[in-house]
């Protein structure tokens, strides 16, 4: 485990603690804004807490430091929840937050890498973040780099073609230095992704197209950190996380409902989700 990861004994209940809080902020973020996208922010918000507070090697203080990992957000419209980790993770003041979307804001809608320290790419358009994301990994193969590409993608976004000629590419390649994580919630902005354009047999589709592949619970911080700290799961293959989860994880109203994709709560929602999740009345900027 490297020097930035919690101990396996703290893993369980800290990791579970910040990823409630980075709901916490999502939602806020999307209720002062008026904009966002809240079902795959909490979908994603454990995936993105293991990455920050455990498998990524990053230091805030050096956010450009030549060995660091890389991680990509592909699923751009997410971005709420990527900020609350990075601001949580140190990268920049938590105050910030309430920035959100605002005019002339470092906190962009969709991550903007010369904006915001700790974005490595600008995401948003769908089936862009994980081509980047291979063109980076190849790069540090072809510089003889020890560091990680990982990219989050969400499941309807691989409806998009531009991600399997990309995926033909890194096993070419054999980027075994690359991690794909997909948020596999089952559902994307028009309803379930199998009734839209069905994905599965996904692990067996990653399978035939070279990737060594896992499937997880994707709110299941610990069991998540023991799987990515097990990159590559096989020499010389690419790899690839299915990480089963929940759209709008943590508040009732917004399970596994295709209209919080991108809604936005009321104040009387806002406050029945900050009561679901623990958070404390009214906070800005939860401990």
């Not at 498998?55 to 990992?69: G, S």
């Not at 105050?95 to 790419?121: D, I, K």
């Not at 309807?156 to 033909?168: I, P, R, T, V």
């Not at 596994?256 to 404390?280: I, R, Y």
Request: charged share 20%.
């Amino acid at each position: 485990m490297h020097k930035y990861a919690l101990s396996a004994a703290d893993s369980e209940k800290t990791l579970a603690g910040i990823a409630r809080n980075v709901r916490c902020h999502s939602v806020q973020m999307v209720h002062r804004a008026k904009l966002g996208h809240t079902g795959g922010d909490f979908s994603a918000a454990d995936i993105l807490v293991t990455l920050y507070f455990g498998a990524l090697r990053v230091d805030p203080q050096q956010p450009a430091a030549p060995d660091r990992d890389r991680f990509i957000l592909s699923k751009g419209h997410c971005s709420a929840a990527l900020y609350a980790t990075l601001a949580m993770r140190g990268f920049f003041p938590q105050e910030e937050l309430r920035e959100f979307m605002e005019p002339l804001s470092r906190l962009n809608g969709h991550p903007n890498r010369t904006e915001l320290p700790g974005v490595e790419a600008n995401t948003g358009p769908l089936g862009h973040g994980l081509p980047i994301a291979v063109g980076a990994a190849l790069a540090a193969k072809l510089d003889g780099a020890a560091w990680r590409t990982f990219v989050l993608t969400g499941d309807g976004e691989l409806q998009e073609g531009s991600n399997w000629e990309a995926f033909m590419a890194a096993a070419h390649y054999h980027l075994d230095n690359l991690v794909v994580i997909v948020d596999r919630n089952g559902i994307q902005q028009g309803g379930a992704t199998e009734s839209i354009l069905s994905l599965e047999p996904l692990a067996e589709k990653f399978r035939a197209f070279g990737f060594a592949v896992r499937e997880a619970d994707g709110h299941d911080c610990p069991a998540l950190l023991d799987l990515l700290e097990s990159v590559p799961f096989e020499p010389g293959r690419p790899s690839c996380v299915i990480a089963h989860t929940t759209k709008g994880k943590g508040v009732s109203f917004m399970e596994n409902k295709a209209e919080w994709h991108h809604g936005v709560p009321t104040d009387a929602q806002l406050a029945a989700a900050l009561e679901e999740l623990g958070c404390k009345s009214g906070c800005e900027t939860c401990d």
